[in-house]
């Protein structure tokens, strides 16, 4: 995700970029795009304060579990960022904060959450009463391997907390909660086939700031993916509480997000693609209609880019593009949904990611009443 971001920021004379990573392959790798780079450790906190002491705006995409307390340090630097992490604490603890910083905080800015967000916020300013709003999205190999038919293009601690973290959603009005990788059910993909789509919690801010009375969110794997997962949750190799084993106590997830990130780690070469359907319905002007925006990314052989990097990297780097041209200058917290309110700069995001060949189609159905 951070190449593809660095990749499209350096190629704007517009941008200095200043990378900051503790692996010093990818620091000297983005240096090669034009970026300067620091080696340093983010989860050491002081760190945060060196790195974006210089900055007019900065860019967080560290692992989920650090990025709350890293998108809040750079708000007590009074430093605007703009984030991709997939936290798990609630992002409104931020509003305050970035509100008395006087700078935006744009938060869950990637294809889901953030791209699929963003186009609920636009369509509830569209329709003049949303009825609900189903959103699928995943990346995956292009090609199936046995025995995981899957591979991570993020870290798998992050993919794992998906399939750990229960499924939030809206039904009537009402919040339930359901476990993760339940309700499976196969979708068909023009041009990929069925593929197999479950329950994680991808709503986050959207029950907070949106009205649709009815939302779920779902991600797509290829078909039995769910029951593998169900099986490594169901058995504790997922949990965080150590365990006595022959060789002393354990953390199970820490063993296993070890060995899954070899395992699920892509290969120089490995080909890649994200799916993304976003289904809202609603009434407007008395007719009621549905809204289907569907996006199918691939690899790009032109720039050697990941479509997950892609179009999680480019969706980041679109909103980095509000802040920057002044698009978006409101202060305080704003997730995609809140921004996509905006018709300008839901326009700017859309035309930033045709622009690098990013499509998000848009068809239209009339329903009866």
Not at 63 to 92: C, H
Not at 319 to 332: D, F, H, R, S, Y
């Amino acid at each position: 995700m951070g190449s593809a971001i660095v990749r499209d920021l350096t190629a704007e004379d517009e941008f200095e970029v200043l990378v900051v990573d503790i692996d010093p392959v990818a620091v000297e790798k983005m240096t090669r795009f034009g970026a300067d780079g620091v080696v340093a450790d983010l989860s050491q906190i002081e760190n945060v304060s060196r790195a974006v002491k210089d900055a007019d705006l900065v860019v967080g995409a560290v692992p989920g579990f650090m990025g709350y307390r890293t998108v809040k340090r750079v708000l007590q630097e009074g430093r605007p960022i703009v984030d991709i992490s997939f936290f798990e604490e609630d992002s409104a603890g931020l509003q305050d904060l970035a509100e008395s910083a006087g700078v935006p905080c744009l938060v869950d800015c990637g294809v889901a959450p953030g791209l699929s967000n963003l186009v609920l916020g636009n369509r509830e300013e569209h329709f003049d009463e949303t009825e609900s709003y189903v959103c699928f999205a995943g990346g995956l190999p292009k090609e199936r391997v046995l025995p995981w038919e899957y591979k991570a293009p993020f870290s798998p601690a992050d993919v794992i907390e998906e399939y750990v973290r229960p499924a939030r959603q809206r039904q009537a009005g009402q919040v339930v909660t359901k476990p993760a990788l339940t309700d499976t059910e196969l979708i068909d993909v023009p041009g990929i086939g069925s593929l197999e789509a479950f329950n994680t919690d991808g709503l986050r801010s959207l029950l907070r700031n949106c009205a649709t009375p009815n939302m779920v969110e779902k991600t797509l794997r290829y078909p039995g993916h769910a029951a593998r997962m169900q099986t490594l949750r169901e058995a504790g190799f997922f949990s965080s509480e150590p365990v006595q084993a022959a060789s002393g106590s354990v953390v199970p997830r820490d063993v296993t997000e070890s060995l899954l990130f070899d395992a699920w780690r892509f290969d120089e070469g490995d080909l890649d693609l994200t799916i993304l359907r976003i289904v809202i319905e609603g009434t407007k002007d008395g007719q009621r209609q549905r809204h289907t925006f569907s996006m199918v990314d691939h690899y790009n052989p032109a720039t050697e880019t990941m479509s997950v990097a892609r179009t999680t990297g480019y969706t980041c780097t679109s909103m980095v593009k509000l802040i920057a041209k002044g698009i978006w200058a409101q202060p305080g917290l704003a997730t995609p949904e809140i921004v996509g309110r905006n018709q300008e700069a839901y326009d700017a995001v859309i035309e930033h990611l045709r622009d690098r060949d990013v499509y998000l189609d848009l068809n239209v159905e009339v329903l009866p009443l």
